[in-house]
């Protein structure tokens, strides 16, 4: 079993930064991926970011391209998503996602992520 949990989300205005952080619970072996994405109410989860290990290889929406960035600190078991230049649109409960067999890091296809943390909630005012 793998734990994730996020934080650093939080209430900003529009054009400010945040910076999320997954933390995982126990080092995992082989190829993996772990993803960002995020659910605003009435709307299904999307992919926002994600990164494959161990190539750091890294995928973002169209949306997010040139405004986020996804890193990872491999030593402490944290992925990070950097959000410059927020929008109202980015709000949302952004949540972290582990898939073991990484064959869907770069469509981010949420289903297939084996394991989630609890979400983090990111609000964006105008």
């Known amino acids: 079993q793998v734990y994730l949990e996020e934080s650093g989300g939080g209430s900003v205005q529009a054009g400010d930064s945040l910076r999320l952080a997954c933390s995982i619970s126990?080092?995992?072996?082989?190829?993996?991926?772990v993803g960002w994405f995020r659910q605003a109410p009435g709307k299904e989860r999307e992919g926002v970011a994600s990164?494959?290990?161990?190539?750091?290889?890294?995928y973002y929406a169209d949306s997010v391209k040139g405004r986020f960035a996804i890193s990872k600190d491999s030593a402490k078991r944290i992925v990070y998503l950097e959000m410059q230049g927020l929008k109202p649109e980015d709000s949302g409960t952004y949540s972290c996602?582990?898939?073991?067999?990484?064959?869907?890091?770069?469509?981010?296809?949420?289903?297939?992520?084996?394991?989630w943390g609890q979400g983090t909630q990111v609000t964006v005012s105008a």
């Open positions: 996602g582990l898939d073991l067999g990484s064959r869907y890091c770069s469509t981010m296809t949420h289903r297939f992520f084996d394991y």
């Open positions: 990164i494959y290990f161990p190539t750091d290889s890294t």
């Open positions: 126990r080092s995992t072996s082989g190829n993996y991926c």
